[in-house]
């Protein structure tokens, strides 16, 4: 009797002791900082394989206390609701277009303006110097704190299910999705097309049942997330570069310790570098892919284009629109548009 009582409480304490080491021991090995990472591309996406490969470096460099959970396209929501989720801290980390982001910070579009970088190499002078460091302090006036290398989208081009573009009448009334943006809407409307705001998650349902006719995208994005299933045509109309500039709730950025930040930031940038040369090398390789897979190509001469945009009064409505600094640091970088 004494015997077995005495069995039974040694077990019972060792199992009280269970109870409490078990927890302990777990919490030691988990993250002390979960925090989410939301984008809208697919994981075959440069930018997801290179997320992915930072997220693990971060880790080990932090000795497990930080966790990056990566939400690829559009899992949590749509650009738009991702863009409010960020500010309210719903998620910690986000890549926006600075198109899209200029519903909340204007001058953040200033990037995609119509047919002014010519090269990637003025692209990255200008957002890896002081046309960047310009739009990363306005974002920071609208308390989102923008990593200093801004990730590659790339020049963009114009798929139809209709028929290629050849001239600036080919837009004539097309009905072209673009991305939630006052730039895109202004653009297309200035070569008379007749341009749809959807966001991407909807794209490809938007092309397959026909509500709209065509949209625009870098090959990376056309190939990754398979549009030539549902498009015909590819015009390589190098009409705009885009860019994703990753993001980061201040509250949830600010509540980590310098070290972390640091391994974070420095992570980020990093595989940042490694996403623009993958993203670079698809977008100059893929159409040989594509072909393959059913798209027909062409590759317009953009003088009419530009043309069209200058006589319709788009790029001195715009010049009046961002202001005389941010203007004057763009044609700084790419010579005179208006
Ligand atoms: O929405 C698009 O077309 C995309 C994926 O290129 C952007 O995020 C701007």
């Given amino acids: 009797m004494r015997l077995s009582r005495r069995r039974l409480l040694g077990s019972s ?15 030691a090995q988990q993250a002390q900082w979960s925090y989410k990472y939301a984008n809208n591309l697919p994981e075959t996406h440069p930018m997801n394989i290179r997320a992915r490969e ?45 198109l899209i982001l200029s519903t909340l910070v204007p001058a953040a579009s200033i990037n995609g303006m119509g047919f002014a970088f010519p090269d990637y190499d003025s692209v990255w002078k200008a957002m890896d110097g ?35 573009i050849t001239t600036p009448d080919d837009f004539r009334g097309m009905k072209l999705r673009v991305p939630v943006s006052p730039l895109w809407t202004s653009m297309f409307k200035a070569l008379d097309a007749a341009p749809a705001s959807i966001n991407f998650n909807e794209v490809y349902s938007a092309l397959q049942t026909k509500i709209v006719d065509g949209q625009e995208n870098p090959l990376a994005i056309i190939s990754t997330a398979k549009l030539y299933e549902v498009q015909k045509y590819c015009s390589l109309t ?19 310790p310098d070290d972390v930040r640091g391994i974070v930031a420095a992570n980020i940038n990093a595989a940042g570098m490694k996403e ?31 043309d069209k945009l200058r006589a ?20 700084k970088a790419v010579g005179k548009l208006a």
């Fill in 13 to 27: 304490v060792s199992i009280a002791a269970g109870l409490i080491t078990a927890p302990f021991v777990a919490r």
């Fill in 54 to 98: 930072m997220a693990a470096a971060i880790k080990e460099q932090t000795g497990g206390r930080f966790d990056l959970q990566i939400f690829p396209s559009s899992q949590l929501g749509s650009d738009t609701d991702t863009l409010s989720q960020i500010r309210s801290g719903g998620v910690e980390f986000f890549t926006l277009s600075g």
């Fill in 130 to 164: 002081e046309l960047g460091a310009y739009v990363r302090a306005q974002i920071a006036k609208a308390n989102l704190i923008a990593m200093d290398k801004i990730w590659d989208n790339g020049f963009r081009q114009t798929t139809t299910s209709t028929k290629p």
């Fill in 238 to 256: 190098n009409h705009m570069w885009d860019g994703f500039w990753f993001l980061a709730n201040q509250r949830a950025w600010e509540a980590l």
């Fill in 276 to 306: 623009r040369e993958d993203v670079a090398k698809l977008n100059a390789t893929l159409q040989q892919d594509l072909s393959a897979k059913g798209l027909v190509f062409n590759k317009p001469d953009p003088t009419p284009f530009r």
């Fill in 312 to 331: 319709a009064g788009f790029y001195t409505d715009w010049k009046n629109k961002y202001g005389q600094e941010a203007w004057g640091l763009l044609e």
